[in-house]
């Protein structure tokens, strides 16, 4: 393997590992919310049981998803030294900004651990309100600097140096909005299919009691609504994300749909493996215009194909199946909301059957999949490009060498890290069982 395919792997590694906990971090808080706000309408005090058990597990995800970011942060410097030099003259406002946003959501996470039976209900709402504001607002600005790299402004590129610098106009830049509202939809999606797999499990185990499956089904319920509507927000995202494609980053949406010509009324495709040698989309099922629908919003549109670039920009055909996979997993847990919604309506005190259940059981780590391979898309829709059309990854990456041997030692510590992070949440809720706190209401 090369120097440059190392350093992509090490980085790779790290972000994947980050993301689950960056996800999970604003999703898991907009669910506290719900939960600390159903409770002071209902005064069902499951809510507020609920609330505070997903408080403990937010407080431990956090502390690990805090060196995780900065491991990745510490990386960007020593692999992409070339991509940090241009962040530095010209898109650093969103990684200063994100410090006050992490602050905000850091102290008032504090305030509601340890002070949430002294203050006011009002309080008690504000403190987790503005923590999933300091969430969002941390994850937008981070996302805010790859979607300057999809979409690169605020500058003149004159020689290799970056001239006539405008910050603002960096950060608002073209697919700013696009990406903002598709990370955060997405990460809502994360947490509430995360707690709706807890839940299911939990509903699946053997002695299950009628008192705790009750409260499990409540969070379970809860769960799917935030769960299926943000899903249904993603997609929804996604038309607008095609179009911005369409205008921005054409080879992108061409290597996603296998599309080699550039056509009118262009089929999306669906499935099926890209054959570079044949230039067809193999086994896959064609759906009339409908990429040019969604590219251009009409079928009569014109869609650009891959030979209308140069051989050595085009992104990796690997792109096509890492878009579909995406779009399946988001698809499916949709189906898996609504299938659960329609269950509980014609089937009110009846209990899911187990099928069912194991289906909400395997939607949480679907969802972090779905992230994943989103992530994936995008970053490698965008090579050979770290910044599009201004700096190639090639250009980008270190001189250093021993990315094997890093790469190896990073395995180990993520590995490490994700045991601790499971022995410690099972600790902590084996030490306090739900019956516990279920005794303390009845």
């Known amino acids: 393997m090369n120097h440059l395919l190392n350093a992509r792997f090490l980085f790779g590694l790290t972000m994947a590992v980050h993301i689950i906990f960056a996800v999970l971090g604003v ?92 203050i006011s209900n009002p309080l008690r709402i504000l403190s987790l309100t503005l923590v999933t504001i300091g969430a969002i607002l941390s ?70 009691n009628e008192r705790e499956y009750k409260f499990h089904q409540k969070a379970l319920m809860i769960a799917l609504a935030v769960g299926g509507l943000s899903g249904v927000a993603t997609a929804l995202n996604g038309h607008d994300s095609a179009m911005k494609l369409h205008i921005f980053q054409p080879e992108k949406l061409a290597a996603a749909e296998g599309l080699f010509e550039t056509t009118a009324n262009a089929p999306l495709a669906v ?45 990796p055909l690997v792109t096509h199946i890492l878009f579909d996979s995406m779009v399946g997993v988001g698809t499916l847990l949709i189906l898996l909301a609504v299938l659960g919604f329609w269950f509980k309506r014609i089937n009110k005190d009846r209990r899911f059957p187990k099928w069912l259940l194991w289906g909400f059981v395997l939607s949480g780590p679907l969802s972090i999949a779905g992230i994943e391979l989103g992530w994936s898309f995008s970053e490698i829709g965008r090579q050979p490009w770290t910044i599009y059309r201004v700096l190639r990854t090639s250009e980008a990456v270190t001189t250093n060498g021993n990315m094997g041997l890093f790469f190896l030692i990073f395995v180990g510590l993520y590995v490490l890290l994700g045991v601790i992070t499971l022995l410690v949440l099972r600790y902590y809720f084996k030490r306090h069982p739900l019956s516990k706190d279920l005794e303390k209401i009845n």
Request: net charge neutral; hydrophobic share 50%; charged share 15%.
């Open 271 to 315: 499935g099926g493996i890209v054959d570079p040698n044949t230039q067809q989309v193999k086994w896959a099922l064609q759906v009339p215009s409908l990429l040019s629908i969604l590219a251009t919003g009409k079928p009569s549109g014109i869609v650009r194909g891959l030979n209308e670039f140069p051989r050595d920009e085009w992104p």
């Open 27 to 118: 999703g898991i808080p907009l669910m506290m919310l719900i939960a600390e706000i159903t409770f002071q309408k209902t005064k069902d005090r499951d809510y507020a049981i609920m609330t505070k058990r997903w408080t403990k597990t937010f407080t431990i995800l956090l502390g690990v998803g805090i060196p995780t970011g900065t491991i990745a942060s510490v990386q960007l410097s020593v692999l992409w030294p070339s991509f940090m030099e241009a962040v530095g003259k010209v898109i650093s406002l969103p990684f200063q900004i994100e410090i006050y946003a992490f602050f905000l959501e850091s102290i008032f996470m504090t305030i509601y651990v340890y002070a949430a039976d002294r």
């Open 139 to 208: 994850a937008i600005l981070i996302t805010n600097v790859h979607a300057w790299q999809e979409t690169p402004s605020g500058f003149d590129y004159v020689n290799g140096e970056f001239l006539n610098v405008n910050p603002w106009k960096a950060f608002f830049n073209p697919i700013f909005l696009t990406t903002a509202s598709h990370v955060v939809t997405s990460a809502f999606m994360v947490g509430s299919f995360m707690i709706v797999t807890v839940a299911a499990y939990k509903m699946l185990r053997k002695g299950v």
